[in-house]
């Protein structure tokens, strides 16, 4: 079992930033490949990027390319999302997960992620 509690969100202007956090818990955080996805109202969640078990590899949604960054320590079991020039369609919930083994296509698709966390809210203004 792993637990994941993210924090960092809140209201930020539009061009803004901000860096969110994904503390796990449990088993072995390095044996995870840690990914980030999103949640706006009335909309399904929407992959935003992974990051391999050792850190040394990244993918990310085209829409987030070149803004977003996914980092983690495995030393303080903690994955990072750092989200630059934030727009208002940026706005959603955020939600941290873990998935079992190598960074691959189903780090991406909702259906194959072993563990959640439990959300944190970004809401960018115009």
């Known amino acids: 079992q792993v637990q994941l509690v993210e924090s960092g969100g809140g209201l930020v202007q539009a061009g803004g930033s901000l860096r969110l956090s994904c503390a796990a818990s449990g088993r072995t955080f390095s044996a995870y490949t840690m990914a980030w996805f999103r949640q706006a109202p009335g909309k399904a969640r929407q992959f935003v990027g992974a990051?391999?078990?050792?850190?040394?590899?990244?993918y990310y949604s085209d829409s987030m390319k070149g803004r977003f960054t996914i980092s983690r320590d495995n030393a303080k079991n903690t994955a990072y999302l750092q989200m630059n020039s934030l727009e208002p369609e940026d706005t959603a919930a955020y939600y941290c997960?873990?998935?079992?083994?190598?960074?691959?296509?189903?780090?991406?698709?909702?259906?194959?992620?072993?563990?959640w966390g439990q959300g944190t809210q970004v809401t960018v203004s115009s």
């Open positions: 990051i391999s078990r050792s850190g040394a590899n990244t």
């Open positions: 997960a873990a998935r079992a083994g190598p960074l691959g296509p189903q780090a991406m698709d909702v259906k194959f992620i072993n563990y």
